[in-house]
């Protein structure tokens, strides 16, 4: 049975740094892009990065690019997403997710596979 499961999250003040990890497991890592997606409270689930499974094309949602980048490590089945300079608007639950191909796909419900989310609060 395919799981991905997400740690990282916490508290941080504006401007600071996390970094968030996803283990997958059950599922052909190969092949498959991995994306994260964030929810804050009362909005609707966002694209915020995904990386394909080469590792060779990474996309970003505009408001992130620049702060966060997205990164795998194949041989432990584990994608990153590097959030630096975090604003308290980056505040959500964040989710990553994973679908065969490496076309650049920003709607979540095409998306395969999702994990359980953590939380990222950014304070002010």
């Known amino acids: 049975q395919a799981k991905l499961v997400e740690s990282g999250g916490g508290l941080v003040q504006a401007g600071g740094s996390l970094r968030l990890s996803c283990a997958a497991s059950g599922m052909p890592f190969s092949g498959y892009s991995m994306a994260w997606f964030r929810q804050a409270p009362g909005k609707e689930r966002e694209f915020v990065a995904r990386?394909?499974?080469?590792?060779?094309?990474?996309y970003y949602e505009d408001s992130v690019k620049g702060r966060f980048t997205i990164s795998r490590d194949n041989a432990k089945n584990t994608v990153y997403l590097q959030m630096n300079s975090l604003k308290p608007e980056d505040t959500a639950v964040y989710y990553c997710?994973?679908?065969?191909?490496?076309?650049?796909?920003?709607?979540?419900?095409?998306?395969?596979?999702w994990g359980q989310g953590t939380q990222v609060t950014v304070s002010s």
């Open positions: 997710a994973a679908r065969p191909g490496g076309a650049v796909v920003t709607t979540w419900a095409l998306y395969d596979y």
């Open positions: 990386i394909t499974w080469s590792g060779g094309s990474t």
